[in-house]
């Protein structure tokens, strides 16, 4: 009979089946599983997913067309990467403002039609063989344009799909998603050029980007938890940063992603010279290398994804020390086997960073500045590159490669604890203070029968003695 009734608890009258302990318990259901029961936030997720395949897809595809345009020219393709990227750090702070000055679903819907439109462009272009180099770098500042109008909102609208409860596990699915689509849209792009050429393949992206399209036209208003108060007149950077600066909670994880930004994520760079100058291998052991890494990665997100207790501040602190234990570890690993092991757990480690951080900015900072001050955050986690890339190329000339994995991966664990230690104090120091007190100033002095206006009598703000 016990036996009987713990098979039928576990469907519910709708039939929906439930997992249930020995003891007839139930069991709480996955928290990502159940941060993808919301349906606004299903489609939106979708969405991207479709949308940044298609972006991948282009990326690649967009370094192999000016690679044929320029017969073969790093240079060329280096200048395209910072056309796209400099707009983050130009405008990037500009984005947050629009997205706490409007509603960040209208100005969502603007942007990635912009992407499209450029996008599709693009395409014709190529495929009518109509396109020229100076067409491919205007239209990638322009996306790069669009891009950084759209992440700070595109972020930050994350908090009204799902609420502050599962923000962070919402955090951590996005960027499953994004792991994801890194894994796929390369290879799908390299087979779509392999058999059609470039054109097809931007024509693609500018698709992708009606999933999008649909997933926000089609969400239920009523079930967004948008701020109640419009600060469409005030929207001050001033206000974002004076905010961060008061606030511990917020101040931790900015600074902490701008060190790790800088120093620590520069794997794009680090494992391409590992490859290259350590192992003296090829583009397929170079490509198993950063396979690693990214599964890593995903594995970090989707645990990340499962979490029930929001981030901390010690979770932060204690993740980055751990990745930048395994970043320094894997400068020591003798082999080509042993290295590509360590970068598993380095992948998941960086992500649980990332993740931690976006989401303790998110959580802790006011709804109606969230827009600007998640652009801080994009601006310090995406500015710090240009700075990080090449320094880390100076340190792997002068030292070798292996020395730029150790120090990147020895000052962003440094960093942590020592902000997180500065950060304690300083926060401690500012609620020990005791609080002024108004004391009354001395009467008035009376001067032939007049009072001088500077002797009128003001309050006077002083500490009680200890």
Known sequence: MQTLRACFATLDVGGRHRRVRRGGKRRAPSEALATLGARNYRRYLIGQLV??????????????????????????????????????????????????????????ILTQSAMGVQSLVLGVLTVTGAVHLWAVYVLA????????????????????????ERLANAVSLNSAQFNVARAIGPAVAGLAVAVAGTGPVFLANAASY?????????????????????????????????????????????????????????????????????????????????????VGSLIGALRGAGKRKPPTARRLVTATVVFGALEALSGFMPGYATFLLVLLPTGLASVTVMTTANAMTQLNADPGMRGRIVSVYLLVLLGGTPVGAPLVGLVS????????????????????????????????TAQESPPLTTVAAPPPIAIDSRLHPESAAQPVARRPAA
């Open 210 to 294: 009606l999933a999008v399209l649909y997933g926000l036209i089609t969400l239920r208003a009523d079930e967004l938890h948008a701020p109640k108060e419009k600060n469409r007149g005030n929207t001050r950077l001033s206000d974002a940063f004076r905010a961060i600066r008061a606030t511990p909670e917020l101040l931790l994880p900015i600074t902490v992603i701008a060190f790790v930004g800088t120093f620590g994520f520069n794997f794009q760079v680090t494992i391409a010279l590992i490859a290259r100058t350590v192992f003296h291998s090829g583009a397929a052991a170079y490509g198993y290398l950063s396979a690693a890494y990214a």
């Open 397 to 428: 000339d002068t030292l070798g490669a292996r020395f730029s994995l150790i120090l990147g991966g020895a000052i962003s664990a440094m960093a942590a604890l020592t902000l997180s230690a500065v950060i304690t104090t300083r926060s401690r």
């Open 51 to 108: 949308s940044n395949i298609g972006t991948w897809m282009q990326r690649a595809a967009q370094d192999l067309l000016v690679l044929q345009l320029t017969g073969n020219s790093g240079s060329a393709v280096g200048i395209l990467t910072a056309l796209q990227f400099l707009p983050q750090t130009l405008f990037g702070l500009f984005g947050g403002v629009f997205a706490d000055r409007f509603a960040k679903r209208r100005l969502l």
């Open 141 to 164: 500042f322009l996306l790069g344009t669009a891009t950084a109008l759209d992440s700070p909102a595109r972020n930050a609208f994350v908090c009204e799909l799902v609420g502050t």
